[in-house]
Every structure is written in C-alpha cells, then in structure tokens.
C-alpha cells in the first residue's frame, strides 16, 4: 500500500507562511495498491487529489468519509473527475443510513444560494453505498472494516487490510488511554501504520489554555501517543491539525509524543508513505 496526505488540517482550513510545512487543507488521504484506489474523506485536500488523477484518465476510486462535517466533505464539489463521464465513484456513508445521508449531504451543499452548480451537474457514474460499522468492505486488492468512533454525532473509522499490511485511519475520534478497551481501539493492534486525530494539546484539552476542549470529540498528542504504544502499532501519525496552531507548534506536539511513542510523526499534507 502507499498512503498520500492531501489534507492534514482539521476544523477549517488554515493558509500562509505558518502553516506551509504542515499543510493547511482539511482531511483527504489517498490510499493505492495494485492500481485500485481509496481516497478517506473529501475535505479541501481533494480538490489537489482531482487535479493529479486528471492527468491519467479514466478514474476510478471509492471514496470513504468518516462522518459529514463540513471539513470532510466541503472539497467535494470542487472534485473535477466527478463531473467527468468516464468517472466511476463508489461514495460510502458513514452508518447504516449513510447512502441516503451522505447523498443528500452533498446535494445540499451544492444547492444555491451556498453553492452555483448542483449534484447533479456531476455526470460520473456515482455509486452511493454505506459503511457500516463492522461490516467488511471488499474492493480490489483492499479489505476494509468500519469502525464506530466516539464523536458529536458519530463518526466512523477504517480498518484497511491489502498487500499483507494493516493501515488504519481514524480521524475525528475522542480516546484516551483509560478508553483503549472500548469500540474501536482493539481493532488497531499491531497496524503496520495509524492515522490518528491529535488535534490538542494536553493543556487546551484540559482547559488550561482557553475553554476545556472535553467532549468536543478530539484527542491530544501525548494520548495518540499512549494509545499507539499500547497497540503496539508500528508507526503514528498524528492528525486532523487544529486550524490554529502553527507548524512550530505541530511540530512541538509531535516531539513530545515522541517522548511516548518513538515513531510518531506528523501528518503532512504532499507527504507519501509506503507500507
């Protein structure tokens, strides 16, 4: 598998100088193996993943979104090859509902006057289907396992097995240390990598540094930390970038996790990484 970050940030997009080492789009990774592909959200990171798979017509991806807040599905409209006739998009919605809700999620939010030009000016063939948590997702060389994450709303992680490694890719989660037993986090143990929301600090979460972040369904870096040495994963990346921290602060949450975990990283955005 090779995995590629096209959008790291979470929340809102950031742009400029501060964040140019990071990246500032919001969540979109792209995972390829045997020439299939998956692209994990479609926040403003897409709208470069369209632009690069453009060059070698005709596409062919299935799209997975994690939950259908704005910042990981708000790069769609902006997605060129879905309004590309040779296209084939297979979309899953996070749920057991989440054909009809991610269609209409989309189709509201092209709708005027937020937006000029409707779903259905998109002419690729689009395939909505839903992910539900647990039910295993079969695609070319990739087996892919939805996994219920603890977020405002609900949100749903990926399990993806192919090519004889695990990558797993849960964004947009509230876990700590005391919650490894529950949902979700049995499933991560010993992936080769983990794409995990570290979105706070410790002292941001904890409401030492403005309002206490508790309950907003994010996780700090030193609990990613915690989380990734306990499931022994092999590599951390830490994910889902607040919009206001700089790259010295991203950084600087990234060396003191590594204090925990040895082989934890940032997320960032142009970054590929081979398993």
């Known amino acids: ?22 990246g500032g789009n919001t969540s979109c990774v792209e995972v390829e193996s045997q020439g299939h592909r998956l692209i994990l959200d479609a926040g403003t990171g897409l709208r470069g993943l369209g632009e690069a798979l453009m060059k070698h017509p005709p596409v062919k991806a299935t799209l997975l979104f994690s939950h259908l807040h704005w910042d990981h599905v708000q790069g769609f409209p902006f997605f060129t090859p879905a ?78 097995e192919a090519d004889g490694q695990r990558f797993a890719y849960c964004t947009d989660v509230e876990l700590t240390a005391d919650g490894l037993e529950r949902g979700a986090a ?3 143990d010993g992936a080769d990598a983990l794409v995990l929301d570290a979105q706070y600090t410790v002292d941001e979460y904890e409401g030492r540094v403005g309002t206490s972040r508790k ?47 040895p082989t934890a990283e940032p997320a960032r955005e142009g970054n590929r990484v081979h398993l």
């Open 186 to 188: 049995r499933v991560l």
């Open 1 to 22: 598998m090779d995995v590629r970050f096209w959008g790291v940030r979470g929340s809102v997009a950031s742009s400029g100088a501060h964040v140019a080492r990071i």
């Open 83 to 160: 309004y590309v006739p040779s296209s084939e998009l297979t979309l899953y919605g996070p749920g057991a509902d989440g054909e009809q809700q991610l269609r209409s999620v989309l189709a509201r939010q092209m709708e005027p006057p937020g937006f000029p030009v409707p779903l259905s000016a998109m002419r690729s063939k689009l395939d909505f289907r839903s992910a539900v948590p647990g039910k295993v997702i079969e695609t070319g060389p990739f087996r892919v396992t939805p996994l219920e994450l603890p977020h405002p709303q609900g949100c749903v992680g990926y399990h993806i």
């Open 215 to 261: 309950g907003w369904g994010h996780s700090t870096n030193l609990d990613a930390a915690r989380i990734a040495r306990a499931m022994h994963v092999k590599r951390l990346f830490l994910f889902h970038h607040d919009p206001a921290h700089t790259d010295e602060v991203v950084e600087a949450m990234a060396e003191d996790a590594r204090q925990l975990f």
